[in-house]
Structure formats: C-alpha cells, structure tokens
Nanobody, 124 residues
Framework: QVQLVESGGGLVQAGDSLRLSCAASGLTFSSYAMAWFRQGPGKEREFVASISRRGGDPHYADSVKGRFTISRDNAKNTVYLQMNSLKPEDAAVYYC?????????????????WGQGTQVTVSS
C-alpha cells in the first residue's frame, strides 16, 4: 500500500522559512517524479513545484520561483520543499504527490498518489 506522509507545516510569520518533508513508502520511490501542490481556503488545488525521478529538472510555479526549492533524497524515499520568505498568500494545505511523467507535471490529474497534506499558516 502506497503511503505519502507530509510533515513540517506550522504557523509562521511573514518572512520566515519552513521545510516540508514527504516520506513515501510502499512504492519504488525513484521510479516516480514528485511534486508539491497546495490548496488554500476556497481555492483550487494548485501546482507548486516538481522534481524528476533522479532529482534534477525542477519546475516551479511563478508565484514561488526564487523563494521555494524542491529536492529529494531517493535513499530516504523523501521529497522536500524548502520555503523561504513566506507570504500570507502562501498559506494553504500542502500536498505531495507522485507521477510517472518523467519531469513531473503542473496538472494535478497526472498524479497517482497523494499524501494527506500538511497545513501552513503565515501571519502578516
């Protein structure tokens, strides 16, 4: 059974940093590109970042480019999202997901497995 478990969310002030982690089990982690999506209250789920199976070729939403960094450790079956200079508009539930698309995808429908999410709250 595939499981993705996110952690690292919390309440921070604008300008602070957080590092999210997503630990995967029940699958061959290195066979999947990974991504982070987020969903704010009353909003649709949106793409944040993706990374290829081997850890290269990262892609970012324009809204987070230059502030967020996605990375992965295939030996630990874990993908990370380093979030710096957080803004109130970054507040959302953050989800990790897997896809068989080589470099990931910006479309949530291309993802096979999803975690339960971790809440990020940013106060102004």
């Amino acid at each position: 059974q595939v499981q993705l478990v996110e952690s690292g969310g919390g309440l921070v002030q604008a300008g602070d940093s957080l590092r999210l982690s997503c630990a995967a089990s029940g699958l061959t982690f290195s066979s999947y590109a990974m991504a982070w999506f987020r969903q704010g209250p009353g909003k649709e789920r949106e793409f944040v970042a993706s990374i290829s199976r081997r850890g290269g070729d990262p892609h970012y939403a324009d809204s987070v480019k230059g502030r967020f960094t996605i990375s992965r450790d295939n030996a630990k079956n874990t993908v990370y999202l380093q979030m710096n200079s957080l803004k109130p508009e970054d507040a959302a539930v953050y989800y990790c997901a897997t896809t068989l698309y080589t470099s990931g995808s910006r479309y949530y429908g291309d993802y096979l497995h999803w975690g339960q999410g971790t809440q990020v709250t940013v106060s102004s």
